[in-house]
């Protein structure tokens, strides 16, 4: 009965991250540039009884019997499937049209900052206290330009516009225009990004003993390699997330959910009643 519940309460605790999964995913359906995410089971270990010296009965399976202990969460992978693309007639709404390209943010860490990476595309303007302004997305973080920095610029620009290589113009009344190349970073290891929150994404901070390097994981595109980035202005990408297998796995999930949460209650009665027999 201990081992029943055992199994059960260790597979409890797993399918609760499923749901997790499945609910952020929900959530974030009309999120822009948020890529679902899908929690990828695994079977724990199991335990071998070899008791058929005396069944000389033939059988097609493998020999014994084989206790397993539960499953578990191995992996929670993100789908990087472009999203549909949402025109909005907004000079500053931008969205990839190729996979696996980000957006570089400047985020705060601690006293300093790190970058962070995302594909949501809608920036906007900021005044600064020295007549300048800065691009920055719709959390207030700072867009970084391709040296690393955040852009800024004099105020009363008149439009923006975008080259699919990522050059922003940015247009003035009496004719002049101030060119900026956007970062961009192209994912090589995707499933190696750490989740910050939301649509942010950055390098794990254990990237040392993850075995790998930045460039391992990630490009970022500067001259030559700006002719593969893939952009369009005035318009979002959309969420990729499918509501419909959402909704199929979560009411699967539950089930599995409910099956092992009435397993523990059957092995709690049995135990009751082995606790008294007198």
Do not use: C, W
């Not at 359906?29 to 948020?34: L, Q, R």
């Not at 206290?129 to 867009?143: F, H, I, T, W």
């Not at 318009?235 to 599995?256: F, P």
């Amino acid at each position: 009965m201990l081992r029943t519940m055992v199994t059960a309460t260790n597979t409890l605790t797993q399918l609760q991250t499923k749901l997790d999964t499945i609910s952020n995913n929900l959530a974030n359906s009309s999120t822009h540039g948020y890529k679902a995410k899908d929690a990828q089971f695994s079977e724990l270990l199991y335990q071998q009884y070899n008791n058929d010296k005396l069944d000389k009965t033939l059988r097609q399976s493998p020999v014994g019997i084989r206790y397993g202990v539960g499953a578990h969460v191995s992996l929670v992978q993100s789908n990087q499937k472009q999203g549909s693309l949402q025109s909005t007639g907004r000079d500053l709404d931008f969205a990839f049209t190729k996979e696996n390209q980000y957006f570089n943010i400047l985020m705060p860490d601690g006293d300093g900052q790190r970058t962070a990476y995302t594909r949501q595309g809608d920036f906007y303007v900021s005044p600064m206290e020295n007549g300048q302004m800065m691009l920055v997305n719709a959390d207030g973080y700072p867009v970084a330009d391709s040296d690393g920095n955040a852009i800024y610029f004099p105020d009363f620009a008149t439009g923006f516009t975008l080259s699919q290589d990522g050059r922003l113009n940015v247009n003035y009344p009496d004719g002049d225009v101030i060119a900026v190349d956007l970062a961009v970073s192209e994912l090589q290891k995707p499933q190696a990004m750490e989740q910050i929150s939301g649509t942010y994404i950055g390098l794990p901070t254990n990237l040392a003993a993850l075995g790998y390097t930045q460039a391992d994981i990630l490009t970022d595109l500067q001259g030559a390699g700006r002719a593969e980035i893939g952009l369009s202005i005035q318009t979002l990408e959309m969420s990729n997330v499918d509501i419909s297998k959402e909704m199929t796995d979560l009411i699967a999930t539950q089930r599995s959910y409910q099956f092992n949460s009435r397993a523990v209650t059957l092995a709690d009665q049995m135990l009751g009643l082995i606790n008294g027999i007198r």
